[in-house]
């Protein structure tokens, strides 16, 4: 059984650009959720999608969208990027919006 | 804001046993008490989690308090790999997680 995969895991973009990151659940699991670390702070919720439709929110502006394909992968979209989105991107899915989450390994974006 | 007050650091030698604790005084009747890790240069791990009696599983166990005010996250025989920073969160069924700072657990060997 494949865990929860991400690519790319490292990436360099500059302030103003947009950028995609993207999820793919593990198998069987419906619900992508999205959160951003920061250095030395614990993840932040983006926002989390169950059957491709957003079921909630975090305190992230429009800039930050993402989307949930058939197959329950999932993008996130960042647009005008900012210096301060320099962070670790982390992706979670669970077998249901309130189930267990299950990591993947992030990518680590830089925003020069 | 995270719901949960846990020391920012602490330390273990190898093959001894380790007590996480933490602090949650405004926990609700449907708040579930979750424990994730995070491992360098990982995503977070799920470990354990509990609604009021003590749960025990592969990995760790849980320890909740009777007024469920506090929890420990116990790690019976911790080794070099425990070493991470774990998280305990509060969840009812229709939230989302909301992690803190976490602590630091270092084991020495």
């Known amino acids: 059984e494949t865990g929860v995969t991400q690519s790319p895991t490292h990436l360099i973009k500059t302030r103003g650009q947009q950028v995609t990151l993207r999820c793919s659940s593990q198998?069987?699991?419906?619900?992508v959720s999205w959160y951003q670390q920061a250095l030395g702070q614990g993840p932040q919720f983006i926002f989390q999608y169950y059957r491709e439709e957003e079921n909630g929110r975090g305190n992230f502006p429009p800039r930050f969208s993402g989307l949930q394909f058939p197959n329950y992968s999932s993008e996130l979209n960042v647009n005008a990027l900012e210096l301060d989105d320099s962070a670790l991107y982390l992706c979670?899915?669970?077998?249901?919006?309130?189930?267990?989450?299950?990591f993947g390994p992030g990518t680590r974006l830089l925003v020069l | 804001d995270a719901k949960t007050t846990q020391p920012n650091s602490m330390e273990s030698n190898e093959e001894e046993p380790v007590h996480l604790p933490c602090n949650h005084s405004?926990?609700?009747?449907?708040?579930?008490i979750h424990w994730y890790r995070q491992l360098p240069s990982q995503g977070p791990e799920y470990v354990i989690h509990?609604?009021?009696s003590n749960v025990n599983n592969r990995m760790a166990s849980l320890a909740i308090a009777e007024d469920r005010k506090s929890s420990t996250l116990i790690l019976h025989r911790a080794t070099l790999r425990d070493a991470a920073v774990y998280y305990c969160?509060?969840?009812?069924?229709?939230?989302?997680?909301?992690f803190g700072k976490g602590t630091k657990l270092t084991v020495n060997p």
């Open positions: 509990g609604l009021t």
């Open positions: 405004t926990i609700s009747g449907t708040d579930y």
């Open positions: 969160i509060l969840r009812s069924r229709s939230e989302k997680l909301v």
């Open positions: 979670a899915s669970s077998l249901g919006a309130e189930e267990t989450q299950y």
């Open positions: 198998s069987g699991h419906n619900t």
